[in-house]
Every structure is written in structure tokens, then in C-alpha cells.
């Protein structure tokens, strides 16, 4: 037994032998290859490299090979902690490398500023002379918004013939308002200034007292907003087209101040839009007979909204009118985003229903699963919101069943009216992949006029409110589409003085990506 015993563990340990001489063996035979072809290699750059650094890199790169393999010399095979064998020394992180402003801003220009001297006084190394190399450091820097008049003068031309008398003068170039003593530039700057930045008219002219010592009536600069809205109007009414024709839209509403006059009360600044395209209409009356005149002339089929009942209304009378044409009808969807803030209300109350965490779970899972399908093919997508229904059904059964609990005036008893009263509205999406799962892209168009009455409080008159309209109609849909603002409305005006047709922000873009642009 003894001797069966002793052969077995002889034959282990030639077995361990052999398997250690014969990974040694394959070493050596991939450390003679790597030599070969290090070599080789360094045998075709030979004529750059001398043969000094030639044995030198070929002797590092041998060495960094034997310690991968065997390890440095004072390590052995059998390693008594293999822990530290394993463990990789961490590598020494590179201090990110500080890109120039050129480099972070390639859109734009350079000026070149050459800082020399006089050449420094002989020493001994010599006189200094120029060598025609630099040392490049680079800033960003601002040039401060500047006024200045532009005096345009009209070459006069007189009759040389019999009728000397005859004087003929070069007319003015066409012009957004022909005839006011402000520039085109600074109409556009002016409207985009209150628009796009959402300065107020009366920091503008402040502005320009601070800065160039000028006092500019802030009624001036209202009308010259005025122009420029007036002139490009044509712009905003095939803005309110494209929409139109849409076969779904957003659709929300917000407060709008008229300052003077009769009507000096809450107006209405109504907003209706698709995935890249949306207009404003400012209104006196938050009525649905607003909504239903615009979706009369649409071709809508989906119309999502915060369950605001003024829509419900619209959809009905427009409903009967297309019943009688054989005309689709429209479905209302309602927007997941409010019903999730009332349970988020609801649990975050004085008492914070305990409850209505529930809810929130539920929703988070929905909108996880929502968040992954936006880069998503319609099938695809359907198949997603398919796995949103049981979240959905969950929250049906068990608000169906509490409900009695709650006092219809309490938040969470809100709450789940809200979501039960409206459940096959607010779960339309699943089944219709052009349908988003909530208003908030609606809601976010409407936001800059929210901050911007914050400090301008609102318009003077009918005009001024449909200005208000028709620009944020435009600059909003430039962002939409990921269009620079300035350089869309700065065309768009050049083209129609030129006699061109207007165009809207997507067709701008699309001619942007044109290949004969």
C-alpha cells in the first residue's frame, strides 16, 4: 500500500515538473519570437535610429517580457502569497490635458497678436534675432456689445442733357421697416435680446445707458420688436401650418398679461406642437372654444393634454363635425407626468400618505422602461409600453379598491381619483407609439414665456401680444430642431428682403444638412 502510494505522488511531482519545464520551454521559444520580430521591425526603421538605441529598446522590451513571465528574480514558482502575485500596482493617472479655447471652440475666429520686443542686449551667448518660431498661448476673450451710427450717404446724380435741372438720388436698400432710424442688425438684436435671451425692454435701454452713455426710449425698442415680427410673420403662419397637419399634437395653455386698455386682464397664451415644430396663439379667454377653432382646421388624431376639461369640450364639438365629413376622429391622452405629481404631493404633504409610495414605485418602473425607448423603432416601442401594463393594471386595482378609505378632498384620495378617472386616457400610449407618455415637452416650450413675464409682466396691447406669439413660436422651434437662432432669423430676413419666400426653422435645417448647402 505504502509503495502504491509512494508511485502515485512520484508520478504528481514529475507530472508538476513537467508541466512547469514545459511552460518555461514555451516561454522561451514566444521570448525568442518576440525577438525576432522586435528586431525585424527595428531593422526597417534602422535608417532613423542608430544602433546604440536600437539594442537598447530591443534589451527593455526582452526584459519587460521575462518579468511578465517569470517575475523579477527574487520571486519563485511556488509563490507563498499568491494574493500579492496577483495584485496589479495601480497605474499612475495622467493629469487631463487642458484644451486650448481654439481647440474647445473651433466655430470660432482667431485673431493673431504677435508680441515681440526689442532684442535683448548681447551676453554671452551672443546677439538675439528673431527665428521665425513662437511660443502659442491662447484666451478667450468678449467684445462688449458697441452702438454706433451708420451714415449712409446717397450719391446724387444730375441731369447732363438739355434738362439740366433733373436730379436723380440712389435709393435705400429694402429694409425690415423702411424708414426707421434703427438698423436691421439692431431690430434682430433688439427682438432676440426679449425673445431668445428673455432680457425685458427696460434692462435693454438701461443696458445702453451704462454702456455707451445713450438714452434709447424703451417705447423705441418695444417697436422695433413689432417690426421684425410684422415682417416675418409669413415665417410663423407656415410654422402654424406644419403643425397643423400633424397627425398628433401636444397641447397647454399659460396666463398672459395685457397691461392697458380694456382688456387690461389675464389673456392666454395657447400652445400647440409636434416632436420639432410649434406655434403660440394668444387669446383673451381660456375657453375650449379656442382649442376646438384651431383643431377644426387640423388634421390631429391624438391630441395630449393635462386633462384640462376645456379640451375635452374642444374634441367633442370637433368629433361631431368630422362625424358628419367621414373624418377621423381625435382620442384625448392625458399626460402621466400630473398624475405622478399628485401621489408625489400626496407623500410629500404635512401628513405624507405612506401609501402613495406605492405609486411612485410603480411610476418609477414605468418611466424606466420609458426612457429606453425613445432611440426605438414603433414596433419596438409598442413591445416596451406592453411591459408597462401590469405596472398600470397594479395601480387600477389597488386605487379601486382604497378608494373608499380616503376623502375625495384629501391629496392621495385626489390622487387616485385623478388616475382612475382618467385611466384609459392616460394609458392610450401604450397601444400608440406616436402617443409620449406625458405633456412635459409642452410644458417646456411654454417656460420661457413663464420666466420672461416674470420681469417684463406682460404686453401693452393686442399687437404686442401677438408678437409675443409669433416670436416665441420661431425661437422655440429653432431649438427645437437644434437651429442657432440668431443665424436662422438673420437669413431668414436677408432672404425675404431679397424677395425670397420665408421658411420655418425645420426647413432651415434641412437645408443645412443639404449636400448642395
Request: glycine letters at 4%; proline letters at 5%; a positive charge.
Given at each position: 500500500?505504502?509503495?502504491?502510494?509512494?508511485?502515485?505522488?512520484?508520478?504528481?511531482?514529475?507530472?508538476?515538473?513537467?508541466?512547469?519545464?514545459?511552460?518555461?520551454?514555451?516561454?522561451?521559444?514566444?521570448?525568442?519570437?518576440?525577438?525576432?520580430?522586435?528586431?525585424?521591425?527595428?531593422?526597417?526603421?534602422?535608417?532613423?535610429?542608430?544602433?546604440?538605441?536600437?539594442?537598447?529598446?530591443?534589451?527593455?522590451?526582452?526584459?519587460?517580457?521575462?518579468?511578465?513571465?517569470?517575475?523579477?528574480?527574487?520571486?519563485?514558482?511556488?509563490?507563498?502569497?499568491?494574493?500579492?502575485?496577483?495584485?496589479?500596482?495601480?497605474?499612475?493617472?495622467?493629469?487631463?490635458?487642458?484644451?486650448?479655447?481654439?481647440?474647445?471652440?473651433?466655430?470660432?475666429?482667431?485673431?493673431?497678436?504677435?508680441?515681440?520686443?526689442?532684442?535683448?542686449?548681447?551676453?554671452d551667448h551672443g546677439s538675439m534675432r528673431p527665428t521665425g518660431m513662437y511660443e502659442i498661448t491662447e484666451q478667450l476673450t468678449v467684445i462688449p456689445k458697441?452702438?454706433?451710427?451708420?451714415?449712409?450717404?446717397?450719391?446724387?446724380?444730375?441731369?447732363?442733357?438739355?434738362?439740366?435741372?433733373?436730379?436723380?438720388?440712389?435709393?435705400?436698400?429694402?429694409?425690415?421697416?423702411?424708414?426707421?432710424?434703427?438698423?436691421?442688425?439692431?431690430?434682430?438684436?433688439?427682438?432676440?435680446?426679449?425673445?431668445?435671451?428673455?432680457?425685458?425692454?427696460?434692462?435693454?435701454?438701461?443696458?445702453?445707458?451704462?454702456?455707451?452713455?445713450?438714452?434709447?426710449?424703451?417705447q423705441s425698442l418695444i417697436e422695433c420688436t413689432h417690426y421684425l415680427a410684422e415682417f416675418i410673420e409669413e415665417a410663423y403662419l407656415g410654422l402654424k401650418?406644419?403643425?397643423?397637419?400633424?397627425?398628433?399634437?401636444?397641447?397647454?395653455?399659460?396666463?398672459?398679461?395685457?397691461?392697458?386698455?380694456?382688456?387690461?386682464?389675464?389673456?392666454?397664451?395657447?400652445?400647440?406642437?409636434?416632436?420639432?415644430?410649434?406655434?403660440?396663439?394668444?387669446?383673451?379667454?381660456?375657453?375650449?372654444?379656442?382649442?376646438?377653432?384651431?383643431?377644426?382646421?387640423?388634421?390631429?388624431?391624438?391630441?395630449?393634454?393635462?386633462?384640462?376639461?376645456?379640451?375635452?369640450?374642444?374634441?367633442?364639438?370637433?368629433?361631431?363635425?368630422?362625424?358628419?365629413?367621414?373624418?377621423?376622429?381625435?382620442?384625448?391622452?392625458?399626460?402621466?407626468?400630473?398624475?405622478?405629481?399628485?401621489?408625489?404631493?400626496?407623500?410629500?404633504?404635512?401628513?405624507?400618505?405612506?401609501?402613495?409610495?406605492?405609486?411612485?414605485?410603480?411610476?418609477?418602473?414605468?418611466?424606466?422602461?420609458?426612457?429606453?425607448?425613445?432611440?426605438?423603432?414603433?414596433?419596438?416601442?409598442?413591445?416596451?409600453?406592453?411591459?408597462?401594463?401590469?405596472?398600470?393594471?397594479?395601480?387600477?386595482?389597488?386605487?379601486?379598491?382604497?378608494?373608499?378609505?380616503?376623502?375625495?378632498?384629501?391629496?392621495?384620495?385626489?390622487?387616485?381619483?385623478?388616475?382612475?378617472?382618467?385611466?384609459?386616457?392616460?394609458?392610450?400610449?401604450?397601444?400608440?407609439?406616436?402617443?409620449?407618455?406625458?405633456?412635459?415637452?409642452?410644458?417646456?416650450?411654454?417656460?420661457?414665456?413663464?420666466?420672461?413675464?416674470?420681469?417684463?409682466?406682460?404686453?401693452?396691447?393686442?399687437?404686442?401680444?401677438?408678437?409675443?406669439?409669433?416670436?416665441?413660436?420661431?425661437?422655440?422651434?429653432?431649438?427645437?430642431?437644434?437651429?442657432?437662432?440668431?443665424?436662422?432669423?438673420?437669413?431668414?430676413?436677408?432672404?425675404?428682403?431679397?424677395?425670397?419666400?420665408?421658411?420655418?426653422?425645420?426647413?432651415?435645417?434641412?437645408?443645412?444638412?443639404?449636400?448642395?448647402?
Open positions: 500500500m505504502e509503495s502504491l502510494d509512494l508511485i502515485k505522488t512520484s508520478s504528481q511531482t514529475r507530472l508538476q515538473l513537467l508541466s512547469k519545464e514545459s511552460l518555461i520551454e514555451n516561454c522561451l521559444i514566444l521570448q525568442d519570437e518576440l525577438a525576432r520580430v522586435v528586431r525585424e521591425n527595428y531593422r526597417l526603421r534602422s535608417e532613423f535610429i542608430s544602433d546604440l538605441q536600437l539594442s537598447l529598446i530591443i534589451d527593455e522590451q526582452l526584459k519587460d517580457l521575462k518579468n511578465k513571465i517569470f517575475g523579477s528574480s527574487s520571486e519563485k514558482y511556488n509563490n507563498p502569497n499568491p494574493k500579492k502575485d496577483s495584485e496589479e500596482k495601480p497605474e499612475k493617472t495622467k493629469k487631463p490635458q487642458i484644451k486650448k479655447p481654439s481647440e474647445r471652440y473651433p466655430n470660432l475666429p482667431v485673431r493673431e497678436i504677435v508680441v515681440s520686443q526689442e532684442p535683448p542686449p548681447s551676453d458697441k452702438y454706433e451710427i451708420l451714415r449712409y450717404k446717397h450719391v446724387i446724380y444730375g441731369s447732363q442733357g438739355k434738362d439740366s435741372d433733373y436730379i436723380q438720388t440712389t435709393p435705400a436698400p429694402d429694409r425690415i421697416k423702411a424708414g426707421s432710424t434703427y438698423s436691421d442688425e439692431m431690430i434682430l438684436d433688439v427682438s432676440l435680446s426679449k425673445y431668445l435671451d428673455l432680457i425685458p425692454i427696460q434692462r435693454q435701454a438701461a443696458m445702453a445707458r451704462r454702456t455707451a452713455l445713450i438714452d434709447i426710449p424703451p401650418t406644419e403643425v397643423l397637419q400633424s397627425k398628433f399634437l401636444h397641447a397647454d395653455e399659460t396666463p398672459h398679461k395685457m397691461l392697458e386698455g380694456d382688456e387690461k386682464k389675464s389673456w392666454y397664451l395657447w400652445g400647440f406642437s409636434t416632436s420639432k415644430v410649434c406655434f403660440f396663439e394668444c387669446h383673451r379667454t381660456r375657453s375650449g372654444d379656442v382649442a376646438s377653432e384651431i383643431l377644426l382646421k387640423s388634421c390631429c388624431e391624438f391630441l395630449l393634454t393635462d386633462a384640462y376639461s376645456g379640451y375635452g369640450k374642444a374634441v367633442g364639438l370637433v368629433n361631431e363635425e368630422r362625424l358628419k365629413n367621414g373624418l377621423p376622429m381625435i382620442k384625448n391622452a392625458y399626460c402621466n407626468a400630473h398624475s405622478r405629481r399628485y401621489f408625489v404631493k400626496s407623500y410629500d404633504d404635512g401628513k405624507g400618505e405612506p401609501e402613495a409610495e406605492f405609486y411612485l414605485i410603480q411610476y418609477q418602473k414605468i418611466y424606466a422602461l420609458c426612457e429606453t425607448s425613445y432611440v426605438k423603432a414603433l414596433p419596438e416601442i409598442l413591445e416596451l409600453r406592453a411591459q408597462m401594463k401590469p405596472y398600470f393594471e397594479s395601480m387600477r386595482v389597488k386605487a379601486a379598491e382604497n378608494i373608499h378609505k380616503y376623502s375625495s378632498k384629501s391629496q392621495f384620495g385626489k390622487a387616485m381619483n385623478y388616475f382612475l378617472e382618467n385611466y384609459q386616457e392616460l394609458t392610450l400610449f401604450l397601444t400608440h407609439a406616436e402617443v409620449p407618455i406625458d405633456n412635459n415637452p409642452q410644458e417646456r416650450l411654454l417656460r420661457p414665456h413663464v420666466v420672461g413675464r416674470k420681469t417684463w409682466y406682460g404686453t401693452h396691447s393686442q399687437r404686442g401680444a401677438k408678437t409675443a406669439a409669433i416670436m416665441f413660436s420661431l425661437v422655440e422651434t429653432c431649438k427645437l430642431n437644434g437651429v442657432n437662432a440668431r443665424e436662422y432669423f438673420k437669413i431668414l430676413a436677408a432672404e425675404m428682403l431679397g424677395g425670397y419666400p420665408a421658411f420655418t426653422p425645420a426647413e432651415y435645417k434641412a437645408r443645412l444638412a443639404s449636400p448642395n448647402n
